[in-house]
């Protein structure tokens, strides 16, 4: 045990389980028939995954956290914008209701290869 810290043993145990309660309201949901749970990362320069395949008709929650940087995510054809801030989980919302494909830009500048950040939803029917 490391005698210069001593609370980082507690630090890292209340990250474990703030993790695995997250995981479980995400099972949770799913089993209760709740919208399925998609997790997504932003970071300089990109999002991962940067193409999310959807449905039609099905209910969605992106959970989005942001590794570096307060990231911005609009998705200009829904009329959305959030800001993805370090440290917090970011949920999205969606229940897409026709084929098609939804754009997302990064729109808080990061540096030079923002302008490659930028990704999609594509949703069949």
Known sequence: MNRANPNRRRVLQGAMVAVGAVTLRAAIAQSEGGPRVIEMTARRFAYEPNEIALKAGEPVVIAIRSLDFVHGMNLPDLGMRLDLVP???????????????????CDNFCGD?????????????
């Open 87 to 105: 440290g917090r989980v970011t949920r999205l919302n969606l229940h897409p209701k026709a084929a098609g494909a939804i754009d997302f830009v």
């Open 113 to 125: 290869g923002h302008e490659e950040m930028h990704g999609r939803f594509v949703v069949t029917a």
